[in-house]
């Protein structure tokens, strides 16, 4: 048994109604709240911490949850979902998605399972395919190291692993599915060969990446994009770091608009990703930080100007690069993502 540290769910008295959060309707009809929880804490959270966050943003009228098994809190988020269905909150309020991880490509059913099991669920509304690649890589290791078995993308591979994302479905064990860290060309292949459309595609985008060809590629194809990093995780370790990224709440388009609005430069990133037409999914354990982002699905919009000026100060500043994923004879991260339109070998 896995402890959290509140056994009882209490409505904080300076709760939203969470039917106040608008939704987006995927490519199934399903619905899906536009501003989930985050829930990857990398080295500087605990499982238990970030459970406890999951508990509170509940409490405050967050129901979106974004999962994965990689991040290694599923038991304990677990714990505290069960907390929040036992205090009265109906299944069908929450928005609960995983994802099944590199090393699981193969036995995607398997993976599913173990998340539904530890995450105390029936279902899932969402189950993504984190990375299209297989690549293990330990975790927390150097973005130096390279795995030998690493591979390039293949496609007939993914499409044993999609097979298994649509018999999910068909099991009834996930409600919709979607991929994560796709590229144009490798989603015109599953598009050509898919028997159930990606509902989503969960990115990397903040003002600084904005990746408006992706952006508008999905939106043209009806797959809802989730921005994930939504504020420029300015959190994020060190070995995820690299001299020329740029800090998104530091730039003074975004300070200024700011200090406009009396809020925190990370409030006007979260803003402008949704006004855009994004889901989006910021990550803190802080009380006042993810209460203040769930409120920002409230506010009143950004005026036109402002929208304007944040969509120039795109730097292409990718921060989640992938290096570990990367085989052997890759020439460099860039050959994850298909920059020159092809798919690299
Ligand atoms: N699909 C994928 O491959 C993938 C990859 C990366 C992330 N994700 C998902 O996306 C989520 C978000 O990404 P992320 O955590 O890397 O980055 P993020 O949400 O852009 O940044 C999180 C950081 O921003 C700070 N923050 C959050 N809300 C704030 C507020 N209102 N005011 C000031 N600062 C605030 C937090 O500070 P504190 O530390 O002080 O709380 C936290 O360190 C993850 O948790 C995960 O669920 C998915």
């Known amino acids: 048994m896995v402890a959290v540290g509140q056994t009882t769910?209490?409505?904080?008295?300076?709760?939203?109604?969470?039917?106040a959060i608008p939704s987006v309707t995927l490519n199934n009809g399903k619905k899906m709240p536009v501003l989930g929880m985050g829930t990857f804490g990398s080295d500087a959270y605990t499982a238990k911490e970030i459970a406890d966050a999951v508990l509170g943003a509940a409490e405050f009228g967050q129901r979106a949850f974004d999962c994965a098994s990689v991040y290694g809190n599923e038991k304990e988020i677990g714990e505290s979902l069960k907390v929040v269905l036992e205090g009265g909150v109906p299944r069908e309020e929450l928005f609960i998605t995983s994802k099944v991880w590199n090393n699981m490509h193969g036995d995607v059913i398997a993976s599913c399972k173990?998340?539904?099991?530890?995450?105390?669920?029936?279902?899932?509304?969402?189950?993504?395919?984190?990375?299209?690649?297989?690549?293990f890589h330990p975790p927390g290791c150097s973005v130096e190291s390279r795995s030998a078995?690493?591979?390039?993308?293949?496609?007939?591979?993914?499409?044993?692993?999609?097979?298994?994302?649509?018999?999910?479905?068909?099991?009834?064990?996930?409600?919709?599915i979607g991929t994560s860290n796709m590229t144009i060309p490798k989603m015109e292949l599953l598009l050509r060969d898919c028997r159930i459309k990606p509902v989503v595609n969960e990115m990397e985008c903040h003002p600084h990446f904005q990746q408006p060809e992706l952006f508008d590629y999905l939106v043209k194809n009806h797959i809802q994009p989730i921005g994930y990093c939504p504020i420029g995780s300015p959190a994020r370790p060190e070995r995820d770091r690299t001299a020329d990224d740029t800090v998104d709440i530091e730039d003074p388009v975004i300070v200024k608009i700011a200090e406009k609005y009396g809020v925190h430069p990370a409030i006007i990133c979260?803003?402008?990703s949704l006004q855009r037409g994004l889901v989006v999914i910021p990550f803190s354990t802080k009380r006042?930080?993810?209460?203040?982002?769930?409120?920002?699905?409230?506010?009143?919009?950004?005026?036109?100007e402002e929208m304007k000026a944040i969509s120039r100060i795109d730097r292409n500043c990718r921060l989640i690069k992938g290096q570990v994923f990367l085989w052997k004879e890759s020439n460099g991260w860039e050959d994850l993502w298909d920059l020159d339109g092809t798919i690299a070998q």
């Open 149 to 176: 078995d690493a591979k390039p993308y293949i496609h007939e591979n993914y499409m044993k692993t999609w097979a298994q994302m649509e018999q999910l479905v068909d099991m009834g064990l996930v409600k919709s």
């Open 270 to 272: 979260v803003k402008w």
């Open 114 to 135: 173990q998340s539904l099991a530890d995450l105390q669920m029936d279902y899932l509304d969402l189950y993504l395919v984190h990375w299209p690649f297989p690549n």
């Open 9 to 19: 769910f209490k409505k904080a008295p300076d709760a939203i109604d969470p039917a």
């Open 288 to 304: 006042s930080k993810y209460t203040s982002n769930l409120k920002t699905a409230l506010m009143a919009p950004l005026t036109e």
